[in-house]
């Protein structure tokens, strides 16, 4: 039997071969597949699946690897990479950098930021993966992921930076005691000290469209996934029913890659406010596909449900208590018009395990922290579902999204 020693060695030859060939003869497959784009090629749901499996395995063999002090470390000091980020957002160096690299003392006379400090908070980030710097020049530049937090990239991913690494950040402060015994109160109205929800909250604070800007952004960015690995084309011109669709993001993408499909959006009335003129005006950004939005709805969907045959409802599930999900369910189940299309689609995390996931897990907290709302596994979706009139008729993963389609039946059509 090889020693640790030996089989580290051997290891390390298969670890460079495989480097090797990801950045040589398939580092042009690895970036297609991979980066971030308006629209993506064909699902190859076995190469995805294999991704997914590769990156928890290497984490694995890292936790296998790594001294637990510095495991434990690397998680606690893990507040820096968050500010870090921020750090460079806020001073625009993924801006300064799109026309070209810049040696270090150039890009902190730019920035108007100290040389020294500069380069401190940049090491972390391109160590991580973010930014890539030239060790023998002094230089920076942009890479595949730095160049997505550019304030004129379509994804707008540095709105969710500004969000998360300021106010969401902020409210993580209060986790520790809005997980004790009996506390009520999410994170974030601990930290706040305020009863209000944190939407109600962020209203009043007017932080109400820094909000729905970054959300409306994340719709954005992931919509390629959304759109491309659900079938939407089978619904043809049905009318589609965004459930709690903020500021109209989601359904719109729907409608411009679904030409036959129609709209509809149910909202609470300052959200509905805030969404007309993106459809009403002649400039507004959204007027190309007015002629085919049915309805805007103000309402509440804890109460009444506009009747319609298919339904979506992003990221809004998680942020509400197993009763009152179930609640919502029943209250679409009883509204929904039965045609042979009869669905609704709920965009929302899957838990699983491994590191491929992670960033799902975080999303869980956060749910935790702001909205005292959470993620949930397979079998939590499934069981939910059942109490409220429907099937799972299936759960389709969604590429680049923090996400998966899950597609929920009235109980007696499902074999449609």
Known sequence: MATLEEFLAQ?????????????GPLNDERIKTLQTTESLPANNKKLWELLSRTVNMADQIVQLLQPPAIRLAETYLAYLDTKALFSVVSHNIPDLLSSGPLKASVLAQQSNLQPLRLKQVMRVLHNN????????????????????LQKDHWTQWHRWVSLYGDEFYDAAKG???????????????????????????????????????????????????MLADYNWKELGDAVVCDIGGGGGDFITALLRDNPPMRGALLEIQ????????????????????ADRMTELHAGDFLTKIPSYEVYTMKWCLHNWTDSDVVKILSNVRRSIKITHRSRM?????????????RVWR?????????????????????????????????????????????????FFTVSI
């Open 345 to 357: 689609v709920v965009i929302e995390s899957v838990l699983v395990e491994g590191r491929s996931s």
């Open 129 to 148: 993966g973010i930014f890539d710097y030239e060790h023998t020049t002094d230089t920076y530049s942009n890479n595949a992921a730095s160049v997505l």
């Open 175 to 225: 986790i520790p005691e809005a997980i004790k015994e009996g506390e009520t109160r999410s994170a974030a109205q601990i930290t706040y000290a305020t009863d209000k929800s944190i939407f109600t909250y962020f209203a009043e604070k007017g932080l109400q469209e820094k909000f729905h800007k970054a959300l409306g952004a994340g719709a954005v960015a992931q919509a390629p996934g």
């Open 362 to 410: 975080f999303g869980d907290l956060t749910m935790m922290s702001t909205a005292n709302g959470l993620e949930r596994t397979e079998s939590e979706w499934i069981k939910l579902a059942r109490q409220a009139g429907w099937v799972v008729k299936g759960i389709t993963p969604l590429r680049h999204a923090w996400a998966a389609a899950i597609d929920l039946r009235p």
């Open 11 to 23: 290891f390390n030859r298969v670890l460079e071969d495989a480097t090797t060939n990801l950045q």
């Open 270 to 289: 300052p959200i509905v406010e805030m969404v007309k003129p993106k459809y009403s005006s002649p400039d507004g950004v959204f007027a190309d596909v």
